[in-house]
T-cell receptor, first 115, second 116 residues
Framework: DTAVSQTPKYLVTQMGNDKSIKCEQN?????MYWYKQDSKKFLKIMFS???????INETVPNRFSPKSPDKAHLNLHINSLELGDSAVYFC??????????????FGAGTRLSVL | GNSVTQMEGPVTLSEEAFLTINCTYT??????LFWYVQYPGEGLQLLLKATKADDKGSNKGFEATYRKETTSFHLEKGSVQVSDSAVYFC???????????????FGQGTILTVHP
């Protein structure tokens, strides 16, 4: 079983569309994250949720809205997609209260291409 | 704020060569330090970690030592293999409280290619 799974793996869409990326973890973790990786491989955190509560919200356009229906899921909805949103988006999870806190487990990524 | 600087890549080596990827950091307090590896088409995987000064993290022949005096966490491997070809990320995590807790700050990544 995949520990952190994201869907879809690839997403090609037109400018102006609205799309969602889903993430699920089966590790029993209480904290989940979204990262954006640009074309130069640079990784930057976007959001983090702990027990369904938003705890990290970096400077991200409000077209991006995360939603956490429960501890095992963190979805990312993007409105009015722009060319600059093209990137690979990674979901990750961790257990905040364990001895291995801050060790994050990553999904395989969703490659978003906005045309 | 926190920041991580890695040596510029890409790095190209022959199999069995010695590898060093430099990493330095700027942080308040005492962060935890990590190396993550990203194989082609995959997500990031934790390679090794160190949580306090002078700790040495090691895994799969890779090593890195947390040097507080030089604020460094350089990655080394004595003999690389073709299968080590990947992107390597140095990262730190703030152990302070509040909203920054758990946030990973990454370096820019170093692409390593190992030829037979």
């Amino acid at each position: 079983d995949t520990a952190v799974s994201q869907t879809p793996k690839y997403l090609v869409t037109q400018m102006g569309n609205d799309k969602s990326i889903k993430c699920e973890q089966n590790l029993g973790h209480d904290t989940m994250y979204w990262y954006k990786q640009d074309s130069k491989k640079f990784l930057k955190i976007m959001f983090s949720y702990n027990n369904k509560e938003l705890i990290i919200n970096e400077t991200v356009p409000n077209r991006f809205s995360p939603k956490s229906p429960d501890k095992a899921h963190l979805n990312l909805h993007i409105n009015s997609l722009e060319l600059g949103d093209s990137a690979v988006y990674f979901c990750a999870s961790s257990r905040r209260t364990s001895g291995d806190k801050n060790i994050q487990y990553f999904g395989a990524g969703t490659r978003l291409s906005v045309l | 704020g926190n920041s991580v600087t890695q040596m510029e890549g890409p790095v190209t080596l022959s199999e069995e060569a010695f590898l060093t990827i430099n990493c330095t950091y700027t942080a308040t307090g005492y962060p935890s330090l990590f190396w993550y590896v990203q194989y082609p088409g995959e997500g990031l995987q934790l390679l090794l970690k160190a949580t306090k000064a002078d700790d040495k993290g090691s895994n799969k022949g890779f090593e890195a030592t947390y040097r507080k005096e030089t604020t460094s966490f350089h990655l080394e491997k004595g003999s690389v293999q073709v299968s080590d070809s990947a992107v390597y990320f140095c990262a730190l995590s703030d152990r302070g409280g509040g909203t920054s807790y758990g946030k990973l700050t990454f370096g820019q990544g170093t692409i390593l290619t190992v030829h037979p």
